[in-house]
Structures are given as structure tokens and as C-alpha cells.
């Protein structure tokens, strides 16, 4: 079975960086179309960006195309999310997720994905 572990969150100033990873343990989900969600307090969960099972397509969400970058290394079993100008209205969980059942191509259906991490927290401070 496929368990998705997040890590990289953390505390930063509007207009810094983080990197967030998703690794996977129990076989290769890079077979999967993969995605990372965020949930703020008292919001529900929302897209951030997916990309396709053969990393050769992404798909962002409006607020953060241009300050996010999503990517796989299959070698390393790990797709990352480098965020840049971070503000603090991207402040919350953020969750990574794999879509085993579909065909391969980023969606941002949140209910496409099955596969769900624990989430890792990241907070901006203005």
C-alpha cells in the first residue's frame, strides 16, 4: 500500500521560499498522476498544482501559477513544490496527493485523488 509523507513546511516572511516534498513508501506511485492541496483554517481544501504521471505536464492554480513549481523525480520517488513569493494568504496545510485510478494527466478535482498525506504545515507572516 502506498503511504504519501509530506515535509518542508514551516514558518517564513512574505516574499520568501519553501520547498515542500511528498515521498511515497510501499512501491512506485509514479505511475500516478500526482497533485498538492492546501486547506486554510475554516476553508475547504483547494488545488494548488498537479502534474502528469510522465512529469511532462503541470497544471497551477491562478494565485500561485508563476510563484509555484511543481516536479517529480521518479528516481527518488518524490514530487516537490517549490513556492517563491510566498504570502501570507498562503498560509495553511498542504497536502499531497496521488490520483491511482485516473488516466495519468494532472486534474484539479481534489475527489479524483485517493491517496492522501498527513499534510505539512506552512505559515507566512506578513
Known amino acids: 500500500q502506498v503511504q504519501l509523507v509530506e515535509s518542508g513546511g514551516g514558518l517564513v516572511q512574505a516574499g520568501g521560499s519553501l520547498r515542500l516534498s511528498c515521498a511515497a513508501s510501499g512501491r512506485t506511485f509514479r505511475s500516478y498522476a500526482m497533485g498538492w492541496f492546501r486547506q486554510a483554517p475554516g476553508k475547504e481544501r483547494e488545488f494548488v498544482a498537479a502534474i502528469s504521471r510522465s512529469d511532462t505536464n503541470t497544471y497551477y492554480e491562478g494565485s500561485v501559477k508563476g510563484r509555484f513549481t511543481i516536479s517529480g523525480d521518479n528516481d527518488r520517488n518524490i514530487v516537490s513544490l517549490q513556492m517563491s513569493n510566498l504570502k501570507p494568504e498562503d498560509t495553511a496545510v498542504y497536502y499531497c496527493?496521488?490520483?491511482?485510478?485516473?488516466?495519468?494527466?494532472?486534474?484539479?478535482?481534489?475527489?479524483?485523488?485517493?491517496?492522501w498525506g498527513q499534510g505539512t504545515q506552512v505559515t507566512v507572516s506578513s
Open positions: 496527493a496521488a490520483d491511482s485510478e485516473g488516466t495519468g494527466e494532472p486534474v484539479a478535482s481534489r475527489w479524483r485523488y485517493d491517496l
